[in-house]
């Protein structure tokens, strides 16, 4: 198997809404994207509700896995897994960071699909409508060249997909 990066990527989701926020730095800088961040020394869902907290100061109280995107880019030797988890119940107000400045609310109707990363188009619906749902993506030279994105009945279909 070829060497990987965990990774978590947190929505907060309200009445048809999406929180999102603008990267100022790193992966995806410019774009804006749900709140997350590399894993350390900790659990997917410690890593979860940390870099959510980090980001934009919400405590989450419910965290649901949801699906995973392994990105592979062609000439690098790691590949990105990104658990993605959605959240309904939070207890604080949210606010900007360094890392994530501005924040907003999205209607599910207007997110900004065009400035943001180019595969998030494809399996979105499948986060939006809380389905399970697995990626494979691979990019050469910031340009999708395979994209497979599938549809599950649980998180444990998600894990044998990606054989994770
Ligand atoms: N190709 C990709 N498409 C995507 O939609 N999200 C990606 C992605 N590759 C990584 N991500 C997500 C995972 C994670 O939520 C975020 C990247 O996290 P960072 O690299 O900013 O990690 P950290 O917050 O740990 O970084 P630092 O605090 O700067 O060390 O973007």
Redesign the pocket.
């Known amino acids: 198997m070829r060497p990987q990066k965990l ?4 929505f907060v989701k309200k009445n048809k809404e999406i929180l999102l926020g603008h ?1 100022t ?4 800088k410019g ?1 804006w ?6 894993v ?1 020394n900790e659990t997917l869902l410690n890593c979860a509700k940390r ?1 959510l907290y ?2 934009c100061s919400l405590l989450a109280e419910n965290l649901n896995h949801l699906g995973v ?1 392994k ?1 592979e880019v062609v000439d690098e030797d790691v590949d ?1 897994i ?1 658990h993605v988890f959605t959240c309904t119940k939070y207890t604080g107000t949210e606010q900007r960071s360094e ?1 994530m400045d501005p924040i907003r609310w999205f209607n599910f109707k207007d997110v900004p699909y065009e400035k ?2 180019p ?2 188009k494809k399996w979105w619906p499948y986060m939006l409508s809380d389905k399970y749902f697995s990626v494979h ?1 691979i ?1 050469n030279d910031g340009n999708i060249i395979s994209n497979n994105v599938l549809g599950h009945g649980s998180i444990n279909h998600v894990f044998s997909e990606l054989s994770l």
């Open positions: 990774f978590t990527l947190i990267k730095r790193g992966l995806g774009l994207n749900g709140f997350g961040g590399k350390e870099e980090e980001e995107v990105y990105h990104v890392e943001m990363w595969c998030a993506c990019y």
